[in-house]
């Protein structure tokens, strides 16, 4: 029971962690479309 408490907590949190990333890519947006052309 306490292990399947555990899974949740830590899936919520990973999408607190993505939300967070995604903001940050598209926050960032033209930058990072520029290094990535740059770098091919």
Do not use: N
Not at 24 to 30: I, K, M, N, P, Y
Request: a negative charge; charged letters at 30%.
């Amino acid at each position: 029971m306490a292990e399947e408490y555990h899974r949740e907590s830590m899936l919520v949190e990973w999408e607190q962690v993505k939300q967070r990333i995604l903001h940050t890519l598209l926050a960032s947006g033209e930058d990072a479309l520029d290094f990535t052309q740059e770098s091919e």
